[in-house]
């Protein structure tokens, strides 16, 4: 199966700024999922992504989250508004048959 | 709220040397999975385990799922340096979304 790739690797934003970060994963898989690993701690989940809508989402995605599939392929995490917390390596998934994970090689987000 | 213990969180050993890394938790998995994840990069999908009881191999890693599906055993026979990493542990929910509950990782190091 061909990787998952995000971009950009790295990404350096103001606090207060909005940021885009992008995840392509094969367009016939229907699961995509978001997590994110602040340095030195767990893997943990954001959002899951189901036919083009969420499917869930946890205590951390809240309204300042926001994830689309703007052109099928494509898949994206919005920060409206960054906060110095958002810093972390955020990982872009998908379901790969009925358990296996394929991830990204990540994005890593410093809000400064 | 589902929780993973894993364990030791530090591991170091001498070339050849067998290992055991747990992973714990009070609530059940429909399937449990072990990435390997490397400096900067995504966690890597070793293994996945579903049923009660099952038991994997991969070369000299073997994978064991706890008959109640809480708990899973990552053995490593003859380490070799080349097994260093961080190796995690991570249960899928029931339900459809199947979003990961993550462990917080042993880090192995294996000397020559």
């Known amino acids: 199966e061909p990787e998952v790739t995000q971009t950009p690797s790295h990404q350096v934003t103001q606090m207060g700024q909005e940021v885009i970060l992008r995840c392509v994963p094969i367009?016939?898989?229907?699961?995509f999922y978001w997590y994110r690993q602040i340095l030195g701690q767990k893997v943990e989940f954001l959002v899951s992504f189901y036919n083009n809508e969420i499917s869930e989402k946890s205590e951390i995605f809240d309204d300042q989250f926001s994830v689309e599939r703007p052109d099928g392929s494509n898949f994206t995490l919005k920060i409206r508004s960054t906060k110095l917390e958002d810093s972390a390596m955020y990982f872009c998934?998908?379901?790969?048959?009925?358990?296996?994970?394929?991830f990204g090689s990540g994005t890593r987000l410093t809000v400064v | 709220t589902q929780l993973l213990e894993q364990s030791p969180q530090f591991l170091s050993i001498q070339e050849g040397e067998n290992l055991t890394v747990y992973c714990n938790s009070s609530s059940v998995f429909s399937s449990l999975q072990w990435y390997r994840q490397e400096p900067g990069e995504g966690p890597v999908l070793l293994v996945t385990?579903?049923?009660?009881?099952e038991v994997k191999k991969l070369k000299r890693l073997t994978f064991q799922f706890g008959d109640a599906r809480k708990d899973s055993s990552l053995h490593i026979t003859a380490a070799q340096p080349g097994d260093t990493g961080l190796y995690l542990c991570a249960g899928a929910a029931r339900g459809s979304a199947r979003q990961l509950t993550f462990g917080s990782g042993t880090q192995l190091t294996v000397l020559p």
């Open positions: 367009s016939n898989h229907l699961y």
């Open positions: 998934a998908r379901l790969t048959g009925n358990y296996g994970y394929t």
């Open positions: 385990v579903v049923t009660g009881g």
